[in-house]
Structure formats: C-alpha cells, structure tokens
T-cell receptor, first 113, second 113 residues
C-alpha cells in the first residue's frame, strides 16, 4: 500500500538551530510531493511542492526540500529556525496512480525562544 | 477571493445527536474531501467526492454521511453512530487529476459534551 512516513512526531529546537524533518514515501511510480504547515489555530497551508525539474525546491519563509528519488525521500530543511516556525508540518504525496493526497502523520515542531 | 469556508468554527454536540458541518468552496474545484485530524494521527480521510451526486468512502467513513448536491458544497453529518466524534474536521478541495495539491478550509472543532 502507498504510504508516507515522517520520522519524528515531535521536534524541539532552539531559535537559530538548523532544521531537517524527514519524509519517506512508498510508491515506485511518479509522484508529486508536498509539505504543508499548520500554525497554531490556523488552517493547513502549502509550504512547498515538487512536481518535476530541480529536485531542490524552495518554499515560503525560508524553507526548502530536496527530492531524492533513489531514497524515496523529500526532507524539509531550514538553516535557521525562528520561534514563529512553531507549527505542525505534514508531508504528503500524490501518486500518479490515483491523484489523491497520501499524508504523513505530521511532525510537531516547537521552537524555544 | 476564492477559497473554502467551513462553518461553524466550534461546535458542541450532546451524545446521541447528529450534527452537520458545512463546507463551501468557490474555487470551481471538482473534488472535495473531508478529513479528521486527531493528535498524533495526522489526517484521516472520511469521505471524498470527485463529481456532483457522487462520493466515496475514505478510510474512516463509519458513523459519518455526506452529500454532494452542488459542486460548491459538501456537508458532513456526524451521526450518533460515530463512537468518538470529538475531533478537528478539515474540508479540502482540488481539481480532479491535477496532482496540484489541495486547498483547505480553516476547520471545525467538534466537541461532544
């Protein structure tokens, strides 16, 4: 079955630390890849997405993600986090077989000021 | 502005009652989705609809019902058969087969009292 795994359920960092959130998916075909973010009390927003081309994708608020096809991974990174990055982050995949989003379980990120 | 509107934002229900959550979109999207979000479990698909007057069960459809009489509207009824209805409910929409990700509403928090 197609699935998405996010490695950490909770991550706690200090401000200015570097961030990497892991995401792996299980599907051998073509995929579109997404990271969504949900800030406290707000709705889910698209952070960045990858469809094709340069595997290093830049999103909003200084986030980026790298698609490594051989590893079935799409890890999210940010060189220096801020307190305002405290949120829950979801990785999601649309396989070309069914065009529906398959979600990871989410990672709660807490940034200590 | 185009978007998805969910109402109400907060809803309280007595045990044994049915309640209906509203979801309206003006994005001209074909597909609409209902998710349930619980802490530590990510997003779980309840129902989805890719065309008017047609809908499909998701992973956790038991105790829920939907209708899709209009393209813009996809209300969700949480019935008394749903054993654990207290949760955050998210509605989303997308173009069918676009692979372009979803647009989300701001959610409804349902509490059974």
């Amino acid at each position: 079955a197609q699935s998405v795994s996010q490695h950490n359920h909770h991550v706690i960092l200090s401000e200015a630390a570097s961030l990497e959130l892991g995401c792996n998916y299980s599907y051998g075909g073509t995929v579109n890849l997404f990271w969504y973010v949900q800030y406290p009390g707000q709705h889910l927003q698209l952070l960045l997405k990858y469809f094709s081309g340069d595997p290093l994708v830049k999103g909003i608020k200084g986030f980026e993600a790298e698609f490594i096809k051989s590893k079935f991974s799409f890890n999210l990174r940010k060189p220096s986090v801020q307190w305002s990055d405290t949120a829950e982050y979801f990785c999601a995949v649309i396989p070309d077989s069914n065009y529906q989003l398959i979600w990871g379980a989410g990672t709660k990120l807490i940034i200590k000021p | 502005d185009g978007g998805i509107t969910q109402s109400p934002k907060y809803l309280f229900r007595k045990e044994g009652q049915n309640v209906t959550l509203s979801c309206e979109q003006n994005l001209n999207h074909d597909a609409m989705y209902w998710y349930r979000q619980d802490p530590g479990q990510g997003l779980r698909l309840i129902y989805y609809s890719q065309i008017v007057n047609d809908f499909q069960k998701g992973d956790i459809a038991e105790g829920y019902s939907v209708s899709r009489e209009k393209k813009e509207s996809f209300p969700l009824t949480v019935t008394s058969a749903q054993k654990n209805p207290t949760a955050f409910y998210l509605c989303a929409s997308s173009m069918v087969r676009s692979g372009n990700g979803y647009t989300f509403g701001s959610g409804t928090r349902l509490t059974v009292v």
